[in-house]
């Protein structure tokens, strides 16, 4: 029977074996080939325009990236081909730009077109693009491989090459993708392997610049991809190719992307092919952000020094909102709404307080750390939240933070499911929780844009309603209501009396700068937190009501019992 210290000594030394991957991650010089042009494209629902292409380049340009995948061009003329040539015209360096090409034009009775020009080469020619990845399938399911041998594959291969180097300018920087990467491990090892060594053993002058796989299904094990990518390595250093690039590039599907993606690099690939951003494919991709993050937090210096990290998240973000017209679901890792909140303020969690040797990713993008308001959170959390949001206040006290959390809690009892993270979430729940909403808060709110057409069209309508009785004052069109004009136009339906005590205090609620008067950007508070929380609203009375019910009335029964205290 194994002992306890046999079993902690087995332990120890598969972790120290294991620990080698962060050392050899750490150590890793990475090649990024930035796709974000044309990854990002793939599968989605709407694709890219000449605009789209320019502003992605420019974001790509401040990360640092220079090797940068530009086109897939086809016999269609498309927006790659116009967006090419304005950018060589601009006088950008054709040294660092890709582009895609086939390395067949057809395949007829189960042999490959061996003479015909690629389409793609072809316009690489035409626009003076410089640097061509060949892309190559070798199970492809038309090609009858006992007729068109690996012989012929390798020649086929060397035949495009050889055009290349002849006919495009300058020294091209020639890549080959080996495209169905998973399926032809396979169902064809020694084929891959092959063409490899083919290609590892070409003179030194026509050798490529690398070669270029793809996990295109997101089905595999990282062990499973690793495994493939260390052999390719091994029969590439094997051959004297110590120096090619080995650049991965993974699919998602089931969660693996990332990992897998860090498995390659760990056994053998020196680079990735990827896009800033996630986006593309059927479920996106192993991006290059949350790749090199994980280089950075595991002490890789180089990837500092070839880029600059520090916009990452901003590019990432910027080329999410310009592929599909939104922000980046919060939840997204590094770049997402909610990658930096700071949760608990304790340790030992994902989103707590971090201990002085862990990566502080809000610190490396030059952001403050948005702390989360749920019942999770201590009182002191919640007034520093109050602090960051709206500056320092007297008000802001873990006192306060007691007294919101009580509210929280009695709303979940209450069936009322709202947020209280963003800055009108907070001011609300601050103000119900006996809060005196303050100037700041007002300022900070209305300077919130809401880009809605149905909400801009519900504010419009209650405005109009403003105006009516703001024409029945003597001081017209200065923004603000006297109580009994604001009473007799918005709250008349949910207090039965102006000249009750209750209701006159109560409206000292929404006074928030005691002039005796509602300002709209002090009625607008309240409007744009019920458009916040209740997205659903149909109409101006509906939003009303839901402004009143469930956040003004609240604050003015506090301003009540307020008011009610022996003094």
Not at 113 to 140: A, C, S, Y
Not at 173 to 198: C, E, G, H, W
Request: hydrophobic share 40%; aromatic share 8%.
């Amino acid at each position: 029977m194994t002992t306890i210290d046999e079993t902690v000594a087995q332990i120890q030394e598969d972790v120290v074996k294991e620990l080698e991957k962060r050392q050899r991650l750490r150590e890793l010089d990475l090649f990024v080939l930035d796709n974000s042009i044309r990854e990002s494209t793939v599968g989605q629902l709407r694709g890219h325009t000449l605009e789209n292409k320019f502003k992605i380049f420019e974001e790509v340009k401040n990360c640092g990236f220079k090797n940068i995948v530009v086109a897939s061009f086809a016999h269609m003329t498309r927006v790659d081909d116009e967006f090419v040539q304005m950018l060589l015209a601009k006088g950008e360096d054709p040294k660092t730009l890709f582009s895609f090409s086939e390395v067949t034009e057809s395949v007829k009775k189960g042999i490959p077109d061996t003479t015909t020009v690629p389409i793609g080469l072809k316009k690489m020619q035409q626009f003076r693009l410089q640097n061509p990845i060949l892309e190559i399938d070798l199970v492809d399911k038309r090609v009858n491989y006992e007729k068109f041998t690996t012989e012929d594959v390798c020649q086929l291969l060397l035949h495009w090459i050889e055009w290349s180097m002849k006919y495009l300018p300058g020294d091209p920087k020639i890549l080959v993708n080996l495209r169905d990467f998973p399926d032809a491990m396979i169902q064809s090892l020694k084929r891959v392997i092959a063409v490899v060594q083919f290609l590892a053993n070409l003179p030194e002058k026509k050798r490529p610049f690398g070669i270029m796989f793809e996990e295109p299904t997101g089905r595999y094990l990282p062990e499973e991809v690793g495994a493939w990518t260390a052999g390719v390595r091994k029969t590439m250093q094997q051959n004297g190719w110590e120096a090619g690039k080995l650049l991965a590039h993974v699919h998602k599907r089931y969660a693996l992307g990332e990992v897998v993606q860090l498995e390659c690099l760990v056994n053998g690939a020196n680079g990735i092919w990827a896009g800033v951003c996630e986006e593309g494919a059927a479920m996106g991709h192993a991006c290059s952000i949350v790749t090199l993050i994980n280089l950075i937090r595991m002490g890789n210096k180089k990837v500092l020094e070839s880029y600059d990290c520090s916009y990452l998240r901003t590019a990432a973000i910027n080329v999410t909102r310009i592929t599909t017209g939104r922000d980046p679901h919060p939840k997204q890792v590094i770049y997402g709404d909610r990658a930096l909140d700071l949760s608990f303020d304790f340790g030992g969690i994902g989103g707590g307080i971090l201990a002085k040797c862990e990566f502080d990713m809000a610190k490396f993008f030059g952001e403050e750390a948005p702390i989360r308001i749920s019942t999770l959170a201590s009182n002191s959390l919640i007034a520093r939240r109050l602090i960051q949001l709206f500056g320092d206040n007297p008000q802001f006290t873990e006192e306060t933070g007691q007294k919101m959390k009580e509210v929280m809690i009695e709303d979940l009892k209450q069936n009322r499911k709202e947020e209280y993270m963003s800055e009108v979430g907070v001011a609300i729940l601050f103000d119900r929780a006996g809060g005196k909403l303050t100037p700041k808060m007002q300022e900070v709110i209305q300077n919130i844009e809401v880009n809605g057409v149905h909400e801009r069209e519900l504010l419009a309508n209650i405005r109009e309603i403003w105006d009516t009785w703001d024409l029945k004052e003597l001081e017209k069109g200065d923004d603000a209501l006297e109580f009994h004009s604001f009473y007799n136009g918005f709250m008349a339906p949910y207090f039965g009396c102006y000249r009750c005590d209750d209701t006159r205090q109560g409206l000292q609620a929404i006074d928030m700068d005691t002039d005796g008067l509602v300002d709209w950007g002090e009625f607008t508070v309240y409007l744009k937190w019920a458009l916040h929380q209740y997205p659903q609203i149909k109409d101006a009375d509906e939003l009303l009501s839901v402004a009143f019910r469930k956040g003004l009335i609240p604050a003015m029964r506090d301003e009540i019992l307020q008011n009610r205290k022996p003094k």
